[in-house]
T-cell receptor, first 108, second 113 residues
Framework: KNEVEQSPQNLTAQEGEFITINCSYSVGISALHWLQQHPGGGIVSLFM???GKKKHGRLIATINIQEKHSSLHITASHPRDSAVYIC??????????FGQGTRLTINP | SAVISQKPSRDICQRGTSLTIQCQVDSQVTMMFWYRQQPGQSLTLIATANQGSEATYESGFVIDKFPISRPNLTFSTLTVSNMSPEDSSIYLC??????????FGPGTRLLVL
């Protein structure tokens, strides 16, 4: 079993839909990152969170440390949100453990 | 924040040769990492580049194959030695600032023929 499990692996939706990507992990962590990777390969960290909820624009990330679960939500989705979203718990002080990613496609 | 540049951005290399990838950060950082992303896969940590000492390698990666230099707090190199087609990947440099998120370089796309 992988240390980090994301679902779904692929998601296609229409513009404007509310999107949820889930992440479950089995390791003890100090924080968790949500990363966005565009087709060109560049990776951007969207959130780093260790408890509760964070919001940035149309993006919301939540984490439940006790349940070892995090979610990334996108409201009013747009074609430019099309990317791979990667959950990456931080194990200890240094090591990120990466999920396999969720490929999101938003159609106009 | 941190801005990271990598050189080269992409390269096509012949089997058996070596390629050195450079990573430059616009600020001094303690924690610098090298990752590999094989086609269709997520990221895998190769090593943590330590300033003034040898890099710390993850299981499955060795110094002879992936020598790393870290001469100062803003610069590092990763060499992919004696390349084979299995080394075709995106190689990414990344840094983490204290109490902050993690920043990634644009990546180096390597194709080994």
């Amino acid at each position: 079993k992988n240390e980090v499990e994301q679902s779904p692996q692929n998601l296609t939706a229409q513009e404007g839909e509310f999107i949820t990507i889930n992440c479950s992990y089995s390791v003890g962590i100090s924080a968790l990152h949500w990363l966005q990777q565009h087709p060109g390969g560049g990776i951007v960290s969207l959130f780093m969170l260790s408890s509760g909820k964070k919001k940035h624009g149309r993006l919301i990330a939540t984490i439940n440390i006790q349940e070892k679960h995090s979610s990334l939500h996108i409201t009013a989705s747009h074609p430019r949100d099309s990317a791979v979203y990667i959950c990456a718990p931080l194990r200890g002080a240094q090591k990120l453990v990466f999920g396999q990613g969720t490929r999101l496609t938003i159609n106009p | 924040s941190a801005v990271i540049s990598q050189k080269p951005s992409r390269d096509i290399c012949q089997r058996g040769t070596s390629l050195t990838i450079q990573c430059q950060v616009d600020s001094q950082v303690t924690m610098m990492f090298w990752y590999r992303q094989q086609p269709g896969q997520s990221l895998t940590l190769i090593a943590t580049a330590n300033q003034g000492s040898e890099a710390t390698y993850e299981s499955g990666f060795v110094i002879d194959k992936f020598p790393i230099s870290r001469p100062n707090l803003t610069f590092s190199t990763l060499t992919v030695s004696n390349m084979s087609p299995e080394d075709s990947s995106i190689y990414l440099c990344s840094v983490r600032l204290p109490e902050e998120t993690q920043y990634f370089g644009p990546g180096t796309r390597l194709l080994v023929l």
